[in-house]
């Protein structure tokens, strides 16, 4: 669903300077405010969407 997504604010927008999926992983390696911070050093990407799509966790992601 991303990809669909990203390709309809690239055609819609003056483009699209970065695309990212956060979350799902047992061990994720970044985090949202991360992204912000980084993104916010970044002259050319001038608006942060932010979509969130809950999901259910499994016992082994619970237990880590």
Do not use: W
């Amino acid at each position: 669903m991303s990809n669909e997504m990203y390709n309809v604010l690239a055609r819609v927008t003056d483009g699209l300077y970065e695309g990212i999926a956060i979350g799902g992983d047992v061990y994720p390696g970044s985090t949202l405010s991360d992204h912000v911070l980084r993104f916010n050093n970044i002259p050319q990407a001038k608006a942060f969407y932010f979509r969130v799509h809950a999901q259910t966790l499994s016992c082994k992601e619970m237990n880590h």
